[in-house]
């Protein structure tokens, strides 16, 4: 028999990590329980991540390091799954200590090496800073974009 799975929404994560006196706080933090047992079986994209992240610090100024650690914590329950797991995981683990580099710039490094690929693309220099992907800024002249 399948466990049937739910998309998990950022509002639901939000309201549990940093509004629990919300009334929509203690629901989201009795699904994150029944997740962290396995009793219950739900779905958290990157893109959720990405979206409670900016919503969590410009909302409510929660700090890197706290934000990344309750994260990694949750992605490991173990009725939660997601897309790419490993490359959020160091993403996280990463862009907790630091501060130039946005977690967007940090999960995308952390994808780029994920599926193989040892540099990216990108004018932004502080994409340097990722250590076993390379940054490259692309060249003008010979390479065009079909249809473009």
């Given at each position: 028999?399948?466990?049937?799975?739910?998309?998990?929404?950022?509002?639901?994560?939000?309201?549990?990590?940093?509004q629990a006196d919300h009334e929509h706080g203690l629901p989201s933090s009795q699904l994150f329980a029944r997740?962290?047992?396995?009793?219950?079986?739900?779905?958290?994209?990157?893109?959720?991540?990405?979206?409670?992240?900016?919503?969590?610090?410009?909302?409510?100024?929660?700090?890197?390091?706290?934000?990344?650690?309750?994260?990694?914590?949750?992605?490991?329950?173990?009725?939660?799954?997601?897309?790419?797991?490993?490359?959020?995981?160091?993403?996280?683990?990463?862009?907790?200590?630091?501060?130039?580099?946005?977690?967007?710039?940090?999960?995308?490094?952390?994808?780029?090496?994920?599926?193989?690929?040892?540099?990216?693309?990108?004018?932004?220099?502080?994409?340097?800073r990722y250590p076993g992907v390379s940054r490259v800024e692309p060249s003008s002249g010979t390479t065009t974009?079909?249809?473009?």
């Amino acid at each position: 028999m399948t466990r049937h799975v739910t998309f998990i929404d950022t509002n639901v994560i939000v309201y549990h990590l940093v509004q629990a006196d919300h009334e929509h706080g203690l629901p989201s933090s009795q699904l994150f329980a029944r997740l962290r047992a396995g009793t219950d079986a739900a779905y958290l994209s990157s893109t959720v991540v990405l979206e409670c992240i900016h919503a969590c610090q410009m909302r409510y100024k929660v700090p890197n390091q706290a934000l990344a650690d309750a994260l990694v914590e949750i992605l490991g329950f173990a009725g939660l799954h997601t897309d790419h797991p490993e490359a959020i995981t160091h993403a996280l683990m990463y862009w907790r200590t630091q501060g130039p580099l946005s977690f967007a710039d940090c999960f995308h490094l952390a994808l780029a090496e994920q599926l193989g690929m040892s540099s990216i693309y990108s004018f932004d220099k502080k994409m340097s800073r990722y250590p076993g992907v390379s940054r490259v800024e692309p060249s003008s002249g010979t390479t065009t974009r079909p249809g473009v």
